[in-house]
């Protein structure tokens, strides 16, 4: 069984009332990382190192492995404290499982060389965690695999059960369907799993008639 070890080095300084955090990741095989929606590398590499600021305390971590392969995880970083993470297999899954922890003090001067990233989305959600670009590829291929618009609305209210999505990810599924009516209905099927809620108001100006601007209104209840 190989390993992947994981080493997640995280400090909080209150800055403007936001946590400031320092990851160090280590891996003995390649790896892309994305935490909250946000890609930190596109290339894989064997090791990242770079600053976070937010007010959350919990990071949802997507780790890809290899182009069929990821793993979600949900990271609490500790106050002044360096946490580390090793691929394993427990009970016939494969997860990180937390290693070990130490006591971490970081280097100024090298954090203050860390870029910073984008800001982390701290709105109003309807879910946890919106889907990667890879599983919305996989929504919306599965979607659009039959020719008909009534069954691809059977196969969007079917296979959103479990699903969350951001407000692009919902205009993007919606843009496949030509009758505003449609989109309505998809719309509708939705909304109840939408990550980015405050950013609702793009759905509604995604219509083009003032009918369907006032039924998507209702629908989002705006």
């Not at 600053?51 to 949802?60: D, L």
């Not at 290899?66 to 970083?77: G, H, R």
């Not at 998809?186 to 108001?201: G, R, T, Y």
Request: proline letters at 4%.
């Amino acid at each position: 069984m190989w390993k992947i070890l994981l080493i997640i080095a995280g400090f909080f300084s209150i800055l403007s009332a936001r946590t400031q955090v320092k990851y160090d990741f280590h891996s003995n095989l390649p790896f892309r990382l994305k935490i909250n929606g946000h890609w930190i590398n596109q290339l894989p590499c064997e090791r990242l190192v770079f600053e976070w600021r937010t007010q959350e305390k919990k990071c949802s971590i997507v780790t890809y492995l290899s182009e069929d392969d990821s793993l979600v995880q949900s990271v609490v970083v500790k106050q002044g404290y360096q946490q580390s993470f090793e691929w394993q297999k427990v009970k016939d899954v494969k997860r990180w499982v937390l290693g070990s922890e130490s006591p971490y003090t970081p280097d100024v001067a090298v954090v203050d060389e860390i870029p910073l990233l984008d800001e982390v989305y701290q709105g109003n959600s309807k879910c946890a965690a919106p889907m990667s670009d890879a599983q919305f590829e996989q929504f919306l291929s599965s979607i659009m695999d039959s020719p008909m618009t009534a069954q691809r609305i059977k196969n969007v209210n079917f296979l959103s059960g479990g699903v969350c999505c951001t407000i692009e990810q919902c205009l993007i599924l919606m843009s496949n369907f030509e009758l505003e009516d449609d989109k309505l209905e998809v719309l509708s099927i939705l909304a109840p799993h939408v990550f980015d809620w405050d950013n609702k108001q793009d759905l509604i100006n995604s219509f083009f008639t003032e009918r369907a601007k006032n039924k998507a209104a209702l629908i989002i209840g705006q």
